[in-house]
């Protein structure tokens, strides 16, 4: 390893620093080594032959000095976005979603895998949504726009790792950091107040490990959350709260008055929420289960969803949840039975009903039940209306009543009788 400093001849604006820190070491873990499939190696070959740079990006790099091989590679070049497409095509490799490419990101598709290839880029002017951006060659530039320090490195394909903001020092010491100021690096995109308690769950070791500066930054830029879209956010509020310390990062969003910019209660139930959060951690709860337990009420799910256009099936969980977490509570005639749970389920003949009780287990704490409901399957009700007619009947309201009888006396079986005895008791 080693340490190289270089003096800039400006003073950093968007830093605020006079001096750049570069720090360079190789990498030569077997997760490193993985990446090297046909594609990439291919990759490398095309750019290597033009003289362009190409280095893997961001999470990746955060990923891979972690031990852990990253599920997605972003790759940034010195090349701008029509030098890659020219270059593209006289290998002959195709190019696919040109969504990007007004952003420098050209995705190629080589030995039938994608690989996003972003040109490096300097912010000119941002709203706090949106940056407008120029390209540039300068790699410590880049990284200058980048959020966190853990996010802003570079790793060759030589395993040679570039990093101008001590992040590997960060990761290594479990710190969460801003590049820079954090108060400008949240003006230039308010999601990043987001982005950093995501980031904290997943790196920090402590609880409660943030430096006073960030968070009287976040205190203060904290509106700005307002003009970021539902979607965005729900994005972000879905990541982090699967990860660490999510008891400690909501109260902490709260006392730093950001529920209210988030479609979640202004009021809300922090407790509960702590109380859930240790029941649930080691059972990989959804997002939304850990959520619900914040909301007093069902309107309360409703304004959430007005602000976050969360998903259907979302959507539904929380209400369920909220009705549900006290009034369908365990039979306190039979102490720790799955039966009250099991029958509401055969009665809902909803599809996810199964896995909208298994999250309420978890939210409940209930964990020997959760055990025996993960290995229970649905079984099948074995009587049906097509039965009733061919022994006589026929009406519609009375074919009705009579399955649901039947269906009463099925689960006071505990579901073991057969159609022929269910079919009996309309005989009598």
Request: with cysteine; aromatic share 8%; glycine share 6%.
């Amino acid at each position: 390893m080693m340490w190289s400093r270089i003096l800039s001849p400006r003073l950093i604006g968007r830093t605020s620093l006079h001096w750049r820190s570069l720090f360079t070491m190789k990498l030569k873990t077997s997760e490193f080594q993985s990446l090297f499939s046909d594609g990439l190696t291919g990759l490398a070959e095309v750019f290597g032959k033009q003289q362009y740079e190409l280095r893997i990006a961001g999470g990746a790099v955060r990923d891979l000095l972690s031990g852990k091989r990253p599920d997605d590679v972003d790759f940034a070049t010195t090349a701008t976005p029509e030098e890659m497409k020219q270059m593209f095509h006289r290998a002959g490799i195709r190019m696919i979603n040109n969504k990007g490419e007004k952003h420098g990101t050209i995705t190629a598709r080589i030995h039938n895998e994608n690989f996003e290839v972003t040109t490096l880029r300097v912010d000119v002017q941002t709203d706090g949504r949106h940056a407008e951006v120029e390209f540039t060659t300068d790699w410590q530039k880049d990284a200058e726009r980048r959020d966190l320090t853990i996010n802003s490195m570079f790793l060759g394909l030589d395993g040679t790792l570039y990093d101008y903001f001590k992040g590997y020092e960060d990761l290594q010491k479990r710190k969460v950091r801003f590049v820079g100021s954090a108060e400008q690096r949240m003006q230039e995109d308010y999601l990043r107040i987001l982005r950093y308690f995501r980031f904290y769950g997943r790196v920090a070791e402590e609880p409660d490990d943030h430096e006073p500066e960030t968070l009287a930054a976040i205190r203060k830029n904290g509106r700005g959350l307002s003009a970021i879209s539902g979607e965005r956010i729900w994005m972000e509020l879905k990541k982090m709260v699967v990860g660490n310390h999510v008891d400690h990062l909501l109260e902490l969003m709260y006392s730093l008055e950001l529920a209210q910019y988030l479609g979640l209660p202004p009021d809300g139930n922090v407790k509960e929420m702590k109380r859930v959060w240790q029941n649930t951690k080691e059972h990989s709860p959804k997002p939304m289960t850990v959520l619900a337990s914040l909301f007093h009420r069902p309107d309360e799910v409703e304004k959430m969803d007005l602000r976050l256009k969360v998903s259907r099936e979302e959507k539904t969980l929380a209400l369920f949840l909220v009705k549900h977490r006290r009034e369908l509570l365990k039979n306190q005639d039979e102490p720790q039975s799955l039966k009250p749970y099991t029958d509401f389920i055969i009665d809902s003949r909803e599809l996810d009903s199964k896995t909208k009780v298994c999250e309420l287990l978890k939210y409940q704490g209930e964990e020997k039940l959760l055990e025996e409901l993960c290995r229970w399957s649905i079984p099948h009700f074995p009587v049906s209306g097509h039965d009733l007619r061919k022994m006589g009947v026929t009406s519609g309201k009375e074919i009705g009543a009579t399955l649901q009888n039947l269906r009463d006396i099925w689960k006071k079986s505990r579901y073991q009788m057969d159609k022929d005895e269910l079919l009996s008791y309309v005989k009598t």
